[in-house]
């Protein structure tokens, strides 16, 4: 059977006058005969199937998976909803029956559960750009004095590329981003959390490390801010790529930032390469389960008296970070919260 992820869907994108109706339907079941059923479905030449269980996922899961932070989940209760989508303008009479054998015949060797399947309509969206109706611009407040009147006084405007810059908005530190494929429109508390602390310790020249680049927002904000360069990691190329555009946008070259695919967990040859006691800061905006088991190899990376700036931590994860920051030997300077967020600011 070939591997099923979690979740997987195809994505349609249609112009308005394309715009389709779709037929959706729901099997109930378990979560021992969801890959079984997606791989039925798959046979059948049904494409486009959703998967919705309280199953924890994996990190091989998310490698490939462009979303910021993972839900907490309840406990699992074996239930599994799988979902596929069949056009609305069709007889689905013969389909849905050759469906419900494929169950009947799955149920020979597996648990399927109720194999009860429920019907709805829904309307195809472009699930690519619809959303970009919830980013707007918007502007985070620089509270740093600076008497010479450089960029540390000014505030930062985070605005995405498809809107106009607001004439009185001029005066302000443009970050211009299109987050394409990759997370990262800096609209989250915890990259906003991030940027507030670039605000207040970075300074002219600064070496700089963002582990998990996404879009590239918080390494671009650090060299508006006055970094001297930036190196990168995320686990995903498409990252890569996304943060390189958004650099082209924002009129930086691209020998600003050296980019590297890889986990710096455990990948010892991607230590080498992004160096040793080199970083002014290190910033990670990531998940606590990942900060975690990363941060024993931060303090090697940084400078002594370098600044570890990280985020991506739900409230009640806070103290498993504190203790890992404080067991790998750095001293927390700072924390503050935003929501339920948490960020952690330590030195070396």
């Not at 195809?10 to 109706?21: D, G, I, L, P």
């Not at 810059?165 to 990259?191: N, Q």
């Not at 602390?197 to 680049?213: R, T």
């Not at 303090?299 to 970070?321: A, Q």
Request: proline share 3%; with cysteine; charged share 30%.
């Amino acid at each position: 059977m070939k591997p099923v992820l979690k979740l997987l869907y195809e994505q349609y994108a249609f112009s308005e006058e394309m715009r389709m109706k779709w037929k959706k339907y729901t099997i109930e079941t378990t979560t021992a005969a969801e890959d079984f059923i997606s791989s039925m479905l798959s046979d059948l030449e049904i494409e486009g199937v959703e998967i919705e269980d309280k199953v924890p996922l994996s990190q091989a899961d998310t490698a490939k998976m462009f979303i910021d932070f993972l839900p907490e989940l309840p406990p699992d209760d074996g239930i599994s909803f799988v979902t596929f989508y069949l056009d609305a303008g069709e007889d689905h009479t013969e389909k849905l029956k050759q469906v419900r054998e494929g169950l009947e015949e799955l149920r020979l060797f597996v648990e399927v559960g109720s194999g009860e399947i429920t019907e709805s309509e829904t309307e195809d969206l472009d699930w690519v750009n619809n959303w970009k109706e919830f980013f707007h611009a918007f502007t985070i407040e620089n509270a740093v004095a600076d008497p010479e009147g450089g960029q540390a006084g000014k505030d930062i405007l985070i605005k995405p590329t498809w809107e106009e810059l607001d004439p009185a908005d001029a005066d302000k530190i443009l970050i211009e981003i299109d987050p394409g494929i990759s997370f990262g429109t800096g609209k989250h508390e915890t990259t906003q959390l991030c940027i507030r602390q670039l605000i207040k310790y970075m300074k002219q020249g600064d070496e700089v490390l963002d582990l998990g680049c996404g879009s590239g927002i918080l390494s671009i904000v650090s060299l508006k801010l006055g970094a001297g360069h930036l190196t990168g990691t995320d686990v995903d190329e498409d990252c890569i790529t996304s943060t390189y555009e958004n650099f082209a946008v924002n009129h930086l070259s691209e020998d600003q930032g050296d980019f590297y695919v890889g986990n710096l967990i455990d990948d010892t040859d991607l230590q080498e390469k992004i160096g040793t006691e080199k970083y002014d800061i290190v910033v990670a905006n990531i998940l606590a389960d990942v900060i975690i088991p990363m941060t024993p190899v931060i303090p090697d990376r940084l400078k002594k008296g370098g600044i570890f700036i990280t985020s991506g931590i739900i409230d009640f994860k806070e103290k498993e970070v504190e203790d890992a920051i404080t067991k790998a030997g750095m001293t927390v300077e700072e924390i503050h919260h935003q929501g339920e967020w948490v960020s952690i600011t330590a030195r070396k």
